[in-house]
């Protein structure tokens, strides 16, 4: 009787259930996710858009969301040096792994031997490609692809998602072109190692870190450097991650007067930026204006 129930339910409101269960290790991934495919997918993320997606904490309610996913997405490049513990913790032989970096041109590959001496260099290049928004629309077609092959009969759909959204953004890199035009060679300093993508799509120049190395605390004698960088090359910004502490930031915009402009880099790392173009949004209106 329940069966029947249900059935004309599902016949009489037109009900449609998620196809294919989706986990992003970060909230960006899981925004395209939700453009492509919409209600035919059920998603989720593990990492907040306002926490450092170098590190996560691993906790056994992740690995229970692994347990029922049917695909994890990820951006690799050992950006979540976290995602295999929880995968060997979900003891999920079904779940399927999609690294969205296979077809991206990788920057920054260390050309000599890595070590902990150098601070957060990955191995495999720099993982932050998702801030060139090319870059996004590759991500977009893997996803498209993904969820096409778990899920065959919705393909269309799918492909149909995908053309639309890689539309939407090109409509968007072209408004996003005009504005850095004005920046197009101009210095600026930035806080981690995360926008050689950024700065190689909008021609801007990154003049140096106020990281002495990735990962690294700042410290003094850098802050002394970037100081002197600063007041010698008229730099007017320093564009930093808003999860990273702001003190050294502070210390040298005290001493020069430069703008310390805070960003998210993931969707819902601030109030109101719900979407991946809106994010892009957020990071261009407040460098450019």
Avoid at 58 to 80: F, H, N, T
Avoid at 157 to 166: A, I, L, P, Q, R
Wanted: glycine share 4%; with cysteine; net charge positive.
């Amino acid at each position: 009787m329940k069966k029947i129930i249900l059935l004309a339910l599902f016949f009489m409101f037109n009900i449609t259930f998620a196809q294919v269960n989706v986990v992003t290790t970060t909230s960006t991934i899981y925004d395209i996710v939700k453009e492509i495919g919409k209600d035919k997918v059920e998603v989720d993320y593990l990492c907040r858009g306002d926490q450092d997606p170098h590190f996560l904490e691993v906790k056994p309610s992740y690995m229970l969301k692994l347990r029922k996913a049917d695909i994890l997405m990820k951006i690799g490049l050992g950006l979540e040096m976290w995602a295999q513990q929880l995968i060997d913790g979900s003891r999920n032989s079904k779940l399927e792994i999609v690294d969205l970096s296979v077809d991206i041109s990788i920057k920054e590959v260390p050309t000599a031997k890595v070590d902990a001496s150098q601070g957060d260099i990955h191995p495999h290049g720099n993982p932050h490609y998702w801030l060139d928004p090319e870059n996004v629309k590759i991500m977009a077609k893997e996803i498209y692809e993904s969820l096409s092959n778990k899920d065959t009969e919705n393909s269309s759909f799918y492909k149909k998602n995908y053309e639309v959204y890689s539309k939407r953004l090109d409509g968007k890199i072209a408004e996003w072109k005009n504005k850095m035009s004005a920046l197009k060679d101009k210095p600026i300093i930035f806080f981690h190692a995360s926008w050689i993508y950024f700065a190689d799509k909008f021609g801007i120049k990154i003049a140096g870190y106020v990281e002495p190395k990735p990962g690294i605390t700042p410290t003094p004698s850098h802050n002394a450097d970037i100081i002197a960088l600063v007041k010698k090359n008229k730099i007017t910004k320093i564009v930093m991650e808003n999860f990273y502490s702001d003190n050294a930031p502070n210390q040298i915009a005290e001493k020069t007067g430069v703008k310390v402009i805070k960003v998210p880099v993931n969707v819902y790392g601030m109030d109101g930026v719900d979407s991946y173009i809106k994010m892009m949004d957020n990071i261009i209106n407040q460098i450019t204006k």
